[in-house]
């Protein structure tokens, strides 16, 4: 909304404040604001001129005039002009040499066209009054020559933009704005609303109300006689021009501006093009309707309609139909204004793509005593403006509205604040934006009761607080503030007007033992471990298609496939909901090295989301006038899914980087691997790792992952089928592992192991195994077989070759021997190693490799 300064001090005796500080206020009031502009401040040297005479100049290409201009000084000016829609008589605005134009354009005395001009005659455009540069601006013929045209056509002004949040649809207005002003500077606000209408009981043009929920007031006045050549005065298209409209024909410029400036949207009808009465109700399914800006429009059994004999003749409320539209020879016109349903409108707006003015205020609210002051201002002004005869007599269709009224204790906004407010502060503000207040409760009001949750709403609230002894106030809110419901917008009211700012900030004391969970701390760890390996950490939208379920190679009867589906997607290519955080993690991937960064480790952490058996497919959908009951609030877990959290880490390139200090190591199912090794460290768990056949990793090149029995992921090299879907770079590694099965088989409180002040043993065994066995096997047999004494274990080498024999696999082991109590002998040393070598001969079938 564009509020022009000038426009605002019509209606508010404003002091000698600026446009920024009009601003502040406005923003300490709850209203925010978008941008402050300057008009006309930088023009300068710019007066009214007549025209003497002028000279047509021939031999160029367009119409040149050399023209004689009267600017009330010693001798007339010589002026150049290419225009050609004025004559010698004429007012015009000219800048004199000197003189500075809107922008900062400045104007001079100069030879052109083999003629000195001395300064130049100006457009509406080239003063910044419109968009218009079709010739230029001819003023009225009693201007008195010489004056300063910046004075005069009021050139100077400040525009205030705000933008106005759906629940303030009355500051749609400078009505609504300047009322806003006034009370927060303290003066007078004089109401353009508050005229006196005539005393009329003869009906206008017949018209009936359909369906009262489409619409409960709607108001028909005539004109006769209009002009349809009469211009708009310019006071009031430099006015839509501030206001960012643009100026169409009289007719049309008046509804826009006293829409623009009541914030009631009107509309007007060719009456030569109606046929019969017109009635307000829903469309009928099959009807269409050409609007004004020449689409034909298929109509929903839900949209709102203005209709006469021959069908529909206006989307009521938001665009006009062609068949009855003012044209240039209509000089009998029908004004309409009405209070439409906010939601009827707003829906029809969104469902037919087609958002105006007028559905912008009526979507949000208009104050429903309106249309009979705004359309008899209408007709007036077409009457004043455009020579017409305002025709006797009203249609008045109503349905009847009991207005709101709401109950509440007088304290409750100071409950709400905490900060303490008188009773006479809240009645006094309550006023100043325009409700009836009076003491007491009316019983009418009250609702009662407590809902089961011990959770006051609406008049359980004022009757709970009535219990307490607070004196009760019942509080019937304004015509034009619709969004004024219950009693905390009430309170809200209260406090912006006394200043937000008034507010105390108090930090809330935290309570004792409160802190992180062991999941979270858990989380934390894993990710500062995983970032700390060289991974980065991603965030991805958690919505996949089903095309990611094939790309990704999954059975058929894979549980993953089983999704859950939104009602209302972002994207219709993405719909549900992720079952695994492997397709989110592999399109970051390639969008990376797609960018030319192919050599990339990325992990992402978060919840994937898995249905449950017998839920029921949609979640209750529950109002919000109080706080759920125990058992909706069961209803509603019920249809959640179970969120487990994952982490899930993707690795291509070189993970090990190569430079001027020699070659690096690509990334491969090893790092995958490792990477989960990193995750269960921070558990303080320890992987059990075996070869598995999983999708969508290789089947020779994926391990499964286990914490004792259970089974928590899978890492390795992704199928080469998978890769190519994606188009990931070749080899590319992942893994997957659901920290929500960590967190149960997680040990207790660490406790610090003994630290031995005896020197350790360290013993090299390397043992042939066939090459299928896994090395997590050979590595349980050996810890079993070596007993107490071993400290840890660790390969440090994989060989396989014509040395060991084909279909065999060398595995060396690094073995550390220490006691507690005592330095260990060679005999106690080389007795672990080889029992421990025989255990690994008993259960895998180990050799000891002797070179």
């Known amino acids: 909304m564009k509020v022009p300064l000038s426009w605002l001090r019509e209606y508010v005796d404003l002091p000698a404040v600026t446009a920024h500080e009009v601003a502040d206020k406005l923003t300490a009031a709850g209203l925010k604001l978008e941008a402050i502009s300057s008009h006309g401040h930088d023009v300068k040297n710019v007066v009214v001129g007549e025209v003497l005479t002028i000279e047509e100049l021939s031999g160029f290409k367009k119409p040149i005039r050399h023209c004689k201009v009267e600017t009330g000084e010693a001798t007339p000016r010589e002026i150049v002009c290419g225009a050609t829609n004025f004559a010698v008589g004429d007012r015009v605005p000219v800048v004199l040499p000197g003189g500075v134009l809107p922008g900062g354009f400045e104007v001079g005395a100069r030879k052109t066209y083999g003629r000195m001009s001395e300064g130049m005659i100006c457009s509406e455009r080239e003063l910044g009054l419109s968009d218009d540069h079709g010739g230029i601006m001819v003023l009225p013929p009693d201007t008195p020559i010489g004056a300063d045209v910046v004075e005069l056509l009021g050139l100077r002004d400040d ?462 959908v529950l109002g919000v006038e109080r706080r759920p009951t125990a058992e909706e609030l069961a209803s509603i877990e019920a249809a959640l899914p179970d969120q487990p959290v994952r982490v899930a880490a993707v690795l291509a390139g070189e993970f090990e980087r190569s430079g001027w200090w020699g070659s690096g190591r690509a990334a491969s199912w090893a790092d995958a691997v490792q990477a989960a090794r990193l995750v269960a460290a921070e558990a303080r768990l320890e992987l059990s790792i075996s070869a598995d056949q999983h999708e969508p990793w290789h089947p020779g090149r994926c391990a499964a992952l286990y914490v004792g029995d259970t089974l928590v992921g899978h890492a390795g090299e992704l199928h080469p089928r998978v890769i190519e879907a994606y188009g990931l770079p070749p080899r590319t590694a992942a893994m997957e592992l659901e920290l929500s099965r960590l967190e149960p088989a997680m040990p207790g409180p660490v406790e610090t192991p003994p630290v031995s002040a005896y020197p350790v043993a360290t013993q090299d065994v390397a043992l042939i195994v066939p090459d299928f066995t896994p090395v997590a096997d050979v590595e349980a047999a050996l810890r079993d077989g070596a007993g107490e004494l071993l400290e840890s274990i660790r390969l440090f080498d994989v060989y396989a070759g014509e040395q060991v024999g084909e279909g065999n696999k060398s595995l060396a082991y690094t073995m550390r021997f220490r006691a507690a109590d005592r330095t260990l002998t060679v005999e106690e040393t080389t007795t672990a190693r080889d029992a421990a070598v025989a255990m690994a001969t008993d259960r895998v079938g180990a050799q000891l490799r002797s070179s």
């Open 159 to 620: 525009v205030i933009e705000l933008e106005i949040t759906p629940d303030i649809g009355y500051a749609l207005s400078i009505r609504g704005v300047a009322r806003e002003v006034a009370t927060a500077f303290g003066v007078e606000f004089r109401d353009p609303a508050d005229i006196e209408l005539p005393a009329e009981t003869s009906p206008s043009w017949p018209a009936s109300i359909g369906d009262p929920t489409a619409c409960d007031r709607f108001v028909l006045r005539e004109v006769s006689g209009f002009d349809p050549a009469a211009q708009s005065p310019l006071w009031m298209r430099i006015r839509l021009t501030r206001a960012g409209m643009r100026s169409v024909s009289l007719a049309v410029d008046i509804t826009n501006y006293l829409m623009l400036e009541l914030g009631q949207p009107l509309h007007a009808f060719d009456r030569a093009k109606l046929r019969g009465e017109i009635v307000v109700r829903r469309a009928v399914s099959g009807e269409r309707l050409e609007t004004l800006d020449h689409v034909v429009r298929e109509l929903d059994p839900d949209d709102i309609l203005i209709t006469d004999q021959s069908g529909p003749i206006s989307m009521a409320g938001t665009m006009g139909g062609l068949e009855t539209e003012i044209s240039d020879d209509s000089t009998d016109i029908v004004i309409e204004a009405a209070h439409f349903s906010a939601t009827g409108i707003s829906r029809e707006s969104r469902r037919n793509g087609l958002v105006s003015e007028s559905s912008k205020r009526f979507e949000r609210g208009v104050d429903r005593e309106l249309p009979l002051v705004a359309s008899w201002r209408a007709v007036q002004l077409l009457a004043e403006l455009g020579g017409a005869t305002v025709q006797p007599g009203v249609t008045h269709a109503e349905v009847e509205v009991s207005p709101a009224r709401i109950a509440i204790p007088s304290g409750y906004p100071s409950t709400v604040a905490g900060v303490t407010y008188s009773k006479e502060t809240v009645v006094s503000r309550l006023r100043q934006i325009g409700c009836v207040v009076v003491d007491g409760e009316d019983p009418a009001v009250r609702q009662g009761g407590v809902d089961p949750t011990g959770v006051v709403t609406g008049g359980a609230l004022a009757a709970r607080l009535a219990v307490t002894g607070d004196d009760m106030i019942t509080v019937t809110p304004p015509s034009w503030r619709p969004d004024l419901t219950d009693p905390n917008d009430l309170a809200e009211e209260v406090i912006r007007l006394e200043g937000y700012e008034t507010l105390p900030s108090e930090l809330p004391s935290a309570p004792a033992g409160a802190g992180l969970t062991e999941g979270q701390r858990l989380r934390r760890r894993v990710g500062r471990a995983l970032a700390e390996g060289g991974y980065v950490e991603v965030l991805s939208y958690p919505f996949i298609s089903a095309d990611d379920f094939d790309r990704l190679l999954l059975p058929a009867d894979d549980a993953r496939r089983n999704a859950m589906r939104l009602a209302n997607p972002l994207s219709e290519d993405e719909p549900l909901m992720r079952t695994t955080l492997l397709p989110g993690l592999l399109k970051t991937l390639v969008r990376n090295a797609g960018r030319g960064f192919t050599d990339a480790a990325l992990f992402e952490m978060g919840p994937v989301y898995r249905p449950r058996v017998g839920a029921p497919e949609v979640a209750p």
